[in-house]
Each structure stands twice: as C-alpha cells, then as structure tokens.
C-alpha cells in the first residue's frame, strides 16, 4: 500500500498523467454514452460525438504513455547508481548519454572468429569496459601476397575485433578490408599497410594493436594472445596435422 501511494507523492510528477487518463476515460465515455442514447443523429452531432471521442482516446493513450515514461525514470533515480544527478532524470539521459557505459562491467572475452566479433557488437551496447584477447592464426588458410609482402602476422581476427568495436563500424571495416587495384599498392590490403607502419612506429605487433585502440576511436580495447603465429594442429592415431 505504501508502495502504491508513493505514485501520488509530487515529486514523482505521476498525478498529472494520471489525471490526463481519468480525463480521456470521461470523454470517451461520453462520446459512447452521446450515441447510445441518441434517437436521430445530425451531422453537426456526429462530428461533436467523433471530435470527443477522439480527444478522450488521445488523451488516454498520451497519459499511458508519459506514465509508463515516468515510471521508468522514477525506477532509475531510485534503483541505478550509475546516474550521479538523480534529480529530475530523463529516461533518455540513460539510454543515450553514453558516460554511465564507463561505469558498466568489466568484460574480458577470449578466442577468435566470427563467433567472437558477434558478441563484442552486442556487449558494447551495455558497456565501454570490454577487453578481447584475440588469436594470431588464419585458420589454415594460404597467406595473401599482402601478408608475404609487407612480412604480416595473421592478423584478421584481431581486425575484426577493431571493427567490431569501432564506434563508426561500417566506415573502418570498409577502410580495413579495402584492397588497392593500381600503381605500386596494387594487391595490398590497406589494414597490411596501416598495421605494417603502427609496427616501426611502436617497434612491435603488440604495441601496434594495443595504441590503435587509441588511434581508431574504439569502445574497449584489443590484445592479441600471442606475438606469434599460431599453429592449428590435429594429432591422429598415425600422424600429426598442421
């Protein structure tokens, strides 16, 4: 009961959605009531009759609304401790004011693949503190001239994990998987090129992947798990495949 009471407290602001209710309830009950008991009907009534009704379901639907709004806001600024001001908050001050994300949990996710890259787009929605520890391997596939040329690890999960995190997705995976087809670049991939220079900058494949977090506008961040290539290998009763 004392639950209930707090709705109609002035500082949770919900008596006047309430009333709007009660308000477009009464009209709407009008408009009914006009017809059911009306014997003949002139068009100048119809359109009174059809102009309340339609203000009572309007209201109603506006007052469920901005209640349900309401409700919600009440919820955080009593329940969410990421909101420092709690005073007057707007649902939409959580929903889209990204700071309360820094204060989200602390995520670490391990492996490789698509299956990886899927659930770093879903986690950075509910939080900025999102680590991938990422493997260096190309699965069996052949090494691309672009690799042999400019003397890559296999870094394309630790590219798709960058993408996956990127605040602009669509723009760096296109940027990252984009190959030149004339002059002296022809075959290369530019991510080949932009890993290959972050590497004499820093001195070393990890430094280069750790600082992109930095240079490429990322939510969380991505560490590879080695330094160096790996191996995939399948051990059978009579041999050994690498």
């Not at 939409?92 to 890259?117: A, C």
């Not at 990127?166 to 723009?171: I, L, R």
């Not at 932009?194 to 560490?223: H, L, R």
């Amino acid at each position: 009961m004392n639950g209930f009471m707090q709705w109609f407290k002035s500082s949770n602001k919900m008596k006047r959605w309430i009333f709007l209710i009660l308000v477009g309830i009464l009209f709407t009950c009008y408009g009914l009531a006009e017809i059911l008991v009306m014997k003949e009907i002139s068009f100048q009534e119809v359109g009174k009759v059809v102009v309340i009704f339609v203000l009572g379901f309007v209201s109603i639907i506006l007052g469920l609304v901005f209640l349900n709004k309401r409700t919600l806001e009440v919820l955080i600024e009593s329940t969410d401790d990421r909101m420092e001001n709690k005073k007057n908050v707007n649902v939409k001050s959580l929903i889209f004011d990204k700071t309360v994300y820094d204060q989200g949990p602390n995520i670490v996710v391990i492996g490789g693949g698509t299956g990886l890259n899927t659930v770093l787009t879903g986690l950075k929605n509910y939080t900025n503190n999102l680590t991938a520890i990422v493997t260096i391997s190309d699965y069996g596939e052949g090494v691309t001239n672009s690799r042999k040329e400019l003397e890559m690890l296999p870094l394309q999960d630790v590219k798709d994990s960058i993408v996956s995190l990127a605040s602009k997705e669509g723009e760096i995976e296109k940027l990252f998987n984009y190959e030149f087809t004339k002059g002296k670049l022809k075959g290369l991939n530019f991510s080949d090129i932009y890993f290959s220079a972050m590497k004499e900058i820093n001195g070393n494949f990890e430094d280069s992947i750790i600082k992109s977090n930095q240079v490429i506008n990322m939510i969380g961040k991505v560490i590879p798990v080695t330094l160096d290539e790996m191996k995939i290998v399948a051990e059978l009763a009579n041999r050994i495949y690498c």
